[in-house]
């Protein structure tokens, strides 16, 4: 069974573990090895930021990975790493869609992956990421946004906008209840006009 959970203080050890891991190291941009003790303080640090999220990756309640979240403006930069014993499992996919559910599939999300790291890419892109532009031997990669999301955030603008426009009747109303009414009837006949048009497109 797969589960992500908030990771903790006590978590820093683990999180030094994996980060340190040769394998990450081959494949992250920083890879050289970091001291217990700037990772401690780092870590302290960034668990009280707003701009980061850290989760631990487990397997059958076995500690098997992390999933780190960090907001930039208002976009979001996924990284992942699972130890390779427990590949092939579905773990790592299954880890990126709880983030984009935990950002509420509102968010752009980014990921930078290394070129040569096929086993990523291939992650990335079976869950729907596109490739953007190479950053030297990386590559930065973007989570495509499908039609039901796309008309999510429609629908969500909408609903901003009615509300709008029902403050700007409101003010209009107040300043100028009878032309406002006028208005009003003029936009209720158009709207029949344009009722009795779609029942012809669908009788």
């Not at 980060?19 to 003790?37: F, M, T, W, Y």
């Not at 014993?85 to 984009?100: G, H, M, V």
């Amino acid at each position: 069974m797969i589960k992500i959970v908030k990771a903790k203080l006590k978590n820093s050890n683990f999180f030094l573990s994996l980060r340190n891991d040769k394998k990450a190291r081959a494949n992250s941009k920083r890879r050289e090895l970091i001291k217990v003790s700037d990772h401690e303080n780092w870590f302290k640090k960034a668990l009280k930021n707003k701009n980061y999220k850290f989760f631990v990756i487990k397997y059958s309640r076995v500690n098997c990975g992390y999933l780190r979240l960090e907001k930039m403006n208002r976009n979001y930069f996924v990284s992942i790493f699972v130890l390779s014993k427990f590949r092939k499992k579905k773990i790592a996919s299954k880890a990126l869609l709880y983030a984009e559910n935990y950002l509420r599939n509102e968010k752009n999300i980014f990921a930078y992956v290394k070129n040569n790291n096929l086993y990523s890419k291939k992650l990335f892109i079976k869950l729907g990421y596109v490739f953007l532009k190479k950053d030297g031997k990386f590559s930065l990669m973007k989570k495509k946004l499908n039609g039901l999301k796309v008309i999510k955030q429609i629908e969500k603008i909408r609903g901003k906008n009615n509300f709008n426009w029902m403050n700007l009747l409101r003010l209009a109303y107040k300043n100028s209840p009878a032309e406002t009414s006028k208005i009003m009837a003029k936009i209720y006949k158009d709207d029949q006009k344009i009722s009795k048009l779609v029942k012809k497109l669908i009788s």
